[in-house]
């Protein structure tokens, strides 16, 4: 009985002792699986650990990047955790996605907003420009005023724009232009359908030098400026629309000066006293469009690398 009793106790064991090892097997061969399998990167481009889906992010880092760029609460931490806690990371993943629905934003009704200002140096050119956006918010943070500063920076180193969009040339303005076209010398022999297309190119280019959005960004020539309020759009989070403009010239009749190309209405207001010339010194020759353009340009550079 005792030998019987012994060979039991001994056959369970090993039977015990084989079921354990078939189960540390199965761990061994789970654990090796999960750390070959590749890891997801994250915004950063680095390995995200199995952990980081949990990383923690403290809410004033939510707060700071939420006050920088404007975006909702939700985004701004999701753009934390992709980036591993780097801010500027973060804010570069809440630009590209805000890329795509930039398009969608721009339907947004904007009744909020900026009026900024800009005086070059010196004092004799001035720009006044109207900038909206969504919600009372975005308007006191710290990207749009950036945003709206650039702009009437753009808009004094543009001496030849007068209006903010192609919508905003009026209709008998274009048709006269391509009247004034339709009789130039150099088209008298051409055909009527070679004829409207060549004055049609002439026209569009003539008007996009007046249209600021069509401008090159003082910045970065490689953007225009109507790119260049969409990257924002896409930062920020909200549709911005730039509505008007006026411009200023020192020693320039107020009737002269037009809101994003238009003439200034001011009949209920008593007429502006002209501007004291003294006669013995002449006035300067007005220079080169184009000299006055490259020259504007180069100043404003220099002001905003400084």
Same mark, same amino acid.
């Given at each position: 009985?005792?030998?019987?009793?012994?060979?039991?106790?001994?056959?369970?064991?090993?039977?015990?002792?084989?079921?354990?090892?078939?189960?540390?097997?199965?761990?061994?061969?789970?654990?090796?699986?999960?750390?070959?399998?590749?890891?997801?990167?994250?915004?950063?481009?680095?390995?995200?650990?199995?952990?980081?889906?949990?990383?923690?992010?403290?809410?004033?880092?939510? /707060?700071?990047?939420?006050? +920088?760029?404007?975006?909702?609460? @939700?985004?701004?931490? %999701?753009? #934390?955790? $992709?980036? *591993?806690?780097?801010?500027?990371?973060?804010?570069?993943?809440?630009?590209?996605?805000?890329?795509?629905?930039?398009?969608?934003?721009?339907?947004?009704?904007?009744?909020?907003?900026?009026?900024?200002?800009?005086?070059?140096?010196?004092?004799?050119?001035?720009?006044?420009?109207?900038?909206?956006?969504?919600?009372?918010?975005?308007?006191?943070?710290?990207?749009?005023?950036?945003?709206?500063?650039?702009?009437?920076?753009?808009?004094?180193?543009?001496?030849?724009?007068?209006?903010?969009?192609?919508?905003?040339?009026?209709?008998?303005?274009?048709?006269?232009?391509?009247?004034?076209?339709?009789?130039?010398?150099?088209?008298?022999?051409?055909?009527?359908?070679? /004829?409207?297309?060549?004055? +049609?190119?002439?026209?569009?280019? @003539?008007?996009?030098? %007046?249209? #600021?959005? $069509?401008? *090159?960004?003082?910045?970065?020539?490689?953007?225009?400026?109507?790119?260049?309020?969409?990257?924002?759009?896409?930062?920020?989070?909200?549709?911005?629309?730039?509505?008007?403009?006026?411009?200023?010239?020192?020693?320039?009749?107020?009737?002269?000066?037009?809101?994003?190309?238009?003439?200034?209405?001011?009949?209920?207001?008593?007429?502006?006293?002209?501007?004291?010339?003294?006669?013995?010194?002449?006035?300067?020759?007005?220079?080169?469009?184009?000299?006055?353009?490259?020259?504007?340009?180069?100043?404003?550079?220099?002001?905003?690398?400084?």
């Amino acid at each position: 009985f005792a030998d019987g009793r012994t060979e039991y106790v001994l056959s369970q064991a090993r039977s015990s002792r084989k079921t354990m090892m078939r189960w540390w097997l199965k761990i061994l061969v789970v654990g090796v699986a999960v750390a070959f399998q590749p890891s997801p990167t994250t915004a950063a481009g680095r390995r995200r650990s199995p952990l980081s889906a949990t990383t923690t992010i403290s809410a004033a880092d939510v /707060k700071a990047l939420r006050q +920088e760029s404007g975006a909702g609460m @939700m985004d701004c931490k %999701k753009a #934390l955790v $992709e980036a *591993d806690g780097d801010k500027e990371k973060a804010a570069e993943w809440l630009r590209v996605k805000g890329l795509a629905s930039a398009a969608k934003k721009g339907e947004r009704a904007t009744k909020e907003g900026l009026i900024e200002t800009y005086i070059h140096t010196g004092g004799k050119l001035g720009v006044m420009v109207e900038v909206n956006c969504e919600t009372d918010f975005v308007s006191k943070g710290p990207k749009f005023k950036e945003l709206c500063k650039m702009l009437a920076m753009q808009i004094a180193a543009c001496p030849a724009v007068e209006y903010v969009r192609f919508d905003d040339i009026p209709a008998d303005a274009i048709a006269y232009e391509r009247s004034m076209e339709l009789q130039a010398e150099d088209l008298a022999s051409k055909p009527d359908a070679i /004829k409207e297309k060549i004055v +049609e190119g002439r026209v569009t280019k @003539m008007f996009k030098e %007046k249209v #600021l959005l $069509e401008q *090159d960004y003082i910045k970065d020539t490689n953007m225009n400026v109507d790119e260049f309020v969409k990257s924002y759009v896409a930062t920020i989070g909200e549709n911005i629309q730039v509505k008007r403009f006026v411009k200023f010239n020192l020693g320039q009749e107020a009737d002269d000066d037009a809101p994003s190309g238009k003439k200034t209405t001011t009949a209920e207001e008593a007429p502006a006293p002209a501007p004291v010339v003294d006669e013995a010194t002449p006035a300067a020759a007005p220079a080169d469009l184009g000299e006055l353009k490259a020259q504007l340009k180069a100043e404003l550079k220099t002001e905003l690398l400084a």
